[in-house]
């Protein structure tokens, strides 16, 4: 067994997939190895110190809304297998949560997450990178359906946010990361053989 712990970071737009391929990876693995899903959006900054009028109009798809040097370092500790406090975010609240999640001695680490080949940094702690490359219609349609169904939210508003945050964020930052991508993925959590493919290389690796 290595002694440092391999990285797979999985990035692309909002519901295109990545936590479906994620889980798929998760599952190819936990058996014979000690392996943790860590998501991006844990790392939202706190923003316990701001009233919540000034919260609630975080933009959310925007980098700067991440505290990204605190997943670096919590990255690069995973990758010696050292312990962390990993944090989780209070969406309600729209602020980190006074929960954390201890995670240590991992062979695989899959890092989620919109920004995951966006960042110079956190790219520079991934082993692999790999890119859900989905179509924004459908993407769209799923993250409807999900922000309706799971999160309440309203038609109007939710077309609302993707037209003035989501889709221009898209453009602007998560599209153009998938030059740095090893590995492109069609279609999401839909493409077998690409998701086969990655779990054979990541085998590979650690084996």
Request: hydrophobic share 35%; charged share 35%; with cysteine.
């Amino acid at each position: 067994m290595n002694d440092r712990a391999i990285i797979i970071g999985i990035a692309g737009g909002s519901a295109s997939g990545k936590t479906s391929i994620a889980a798929k990876v998760y599952e190819a693995f936990k058996g014979k190895h000690r392996v943790s899903i860590v998501k991006q959006d844990d790392y939202y900054k706190d923003q316990s110190d701001k009233p919540m009028e000034e919260r609630i109009k975080t933009n959310y798809d925007h980098p700067l809304a991440f505290d990204t040097p605190l997943l670096v370092e919590d990255l690069k500790k995973l990758k010696r297998k050292e312990t962390i406090e990993k944090p989780t975010y209070d969406y309600s609240r729209h602020t980190r949560s006074d929960i954390t999640e201890v995670i240590k001695d991992r062979d695989v680490i899959i890092l989620e997450g919109i920004f995951v080949l966006a960042e110079e940094e956190v790219r520079k702690q991934c082993d692999i990178l790999v890119y859900v490359d989905t179509e924004a219609d459908i993407r769209f349609i799923r993250r409807l359906k999900r922000d309706i169904e799971e999160r309440g939210r309203s038609l109007e508003s939710v077309c609302e946010q993707y037209l003035t945050t989501v889709k221009p964020m898209h453009d602007q930052f998560i599209e153009p990361s998938k030059k740095y991508a090893h590995i492109i993925i069609p279609n999401g959590g839909e493409n077998v053989v690409a998701i086969d493919l990655l779990i054979t290389k990541i085998r590979s690796i650690i084996e």
